[in-house]
């Protein structure tokens, strides 16, 4: 099997700064995407950010300059630097990555199980 492990989040006040790390583990043949979403109460999971295998990002226009994705592939992790937070940076941070276990299986999502991210005002 797959497993996601994130850590890092936690409370941080207006302007502060978090940073994310998820840790990918198991039988594992490639890893295309890997990204965070987020979800708040009442809301559905939305994109955060993203980065391809071969190193392009992807961000949501309201974390755009403010968060940063990263990762390393020999350590099979990626990482999300969040500065410049605000109250509505506050949700559940779910990490996500596409993954082909064996060469001739086809890619699948997997999740972390997510970390609690409050911004306080």
């Known amino acids: 099997q797959v497993q996601l492990v994130e850590s890092g989040g936690g409370l941080a006040h207006t302007g502060g700064s978090l940073r994310l790390s998820c840790a990918v583990s198991?039988?594992?043949?490639?890893?295309?995407?890997m990204g965070w979403y987020r979800q708040a109460p009442g809301n559905q999971r939305e994109l955060v950010a993203i980065?391809?295998?071969?190193?392009?990002?992807n961000y949501a226009n309201s974390v755009k300059g403010r968060f940063t994705v990263s990762r390393d592939n020999a350590k099979k992790s990626v990482y999300l630097e969040m500065n410049s937070l605000k109250p509505e940076d506050t949700a559940v941070y779910y990490c996500?990555?596409?993954?082909?276990?064996?060469?001739?299986?086809?890619?699948?999502?997997?999740w972390g199980q997510g970390t609690q991210v409050t911004v306080s005002s």
């Open positions: 996500n990555a596409d993954v082909k276990q064996y060469g001739w299986q086809p890619i699948r999502p997997y």
């Open positions: 198991g039988i594992i043949y490639s890893i295309n995407a």
């Open positions: 980065t391809t295998s071969g190193g392009s990002t």
